[in-house]
């Protein structure tokens, strides 16, 4: 048995990559909307500073996921000021 090549390569490629987006970007995403969402009732300095946390928690489990170590301040910005942002103006036009 021989397997044949795809006729369009690329299209597998896309796929492969829109699965991975969804993983790395999504799931994450809902997470913090989540936390936002349940404290929704508390005062917004409290709601800013948990989903900070849970934006920056998910940033460095997915680096995690991924294999990679080292230089945690970096990616624990890069989930928590999104996720901050993202909460702050979802109470400003609640």
Sequence with gaps: FVAHEPRFPELSLLLRFAGMTYLVAMIPAWLSAMVDWSLSSKPIYLRLAAVAIAGAL???????????????????LMGAIPAAACCLLSAKWA
């Design 58 to 76: 998910l940033a460095v489990l997915t680096q995690l996921f991924f294999g990679e170590r080292g230089d945690y301040v970096l990616v624990v």
